[in-house]
């Protein structure tokens, strides 16, 4: 999936919340990590992403990523991203590609595009309360 073994960490425009109609980013995250490779090692996966504000380093987020095997939760990895403001994105660019996020209010819909270019995996993601 990308975030094999690690805790996720997204940098975003601010701590917790974002003013005037931008998104909350902070909070558990529930959804879907699917396959576009299916000639690989890739799976498909129900996964929990756990967001929260990093105190030393303003607009940055701690993000604990965890898939669900066999009704448990299994933390996968940890991943930096930036908050790009005018695309409401989320952007990770690392060894095994690069992740695209899309905020829309109490949902995150993105992609894993590795190095060469080519699609690996699609997420979606709803914020739960």
């Given at each position: 999936m990308g975030f094999t073994r690690s805790v996720l960490v997204i940098t975003a425009a601010s701590q917790l919340t974002?003013?005037?109609?931008?998104?909350?980013?902070?909070?558990?995250?529930?959804g879907q990590s699917s396959c576009e490779q299916?000639?690989?090692?890739?799976?498909?996966?129900t996964v929990v992403?756990?967001?929260?504000p990093l105190q030393d380093k303003p607009g940055s987020f701690s993000v604990s990523a965890d898939k669900i095997v066999d009704g448990k939760a299994v933390?996968?990895?940890t991943l930096e991203f930036r908050y790009v403001e005018d695309?409401?994105?989320?952007?990770?660019?690392?060894?095994?590609?690069?992740?695209?996020l899309?905020?829309?209010?109490?949902?995150?819909?993105?992609t894993l595009?590795?190095?060469?270019g080519s699609l690996?995996?699609?997420?979606?993601?709803?914020?739960?309360h």
């Open positions: 974002f003013a005037q109609g931008k998104p909350a980013i902070a909070g558990v995250w529930r299916k000639e690989s090692a890739c799976r498909e996966e992403y756990r967001l929260s933390n996968m990895g695309r409401h994105a989320l952007v990770c660019e690392y060894a095994q590609g690069v992740w695209r899309s905020v829309d209010g109490e949902k995150i819909e993105g595009t590795r190095p060469d690996f995996r699609r997420v979606a993601l709803r914020k739960e």
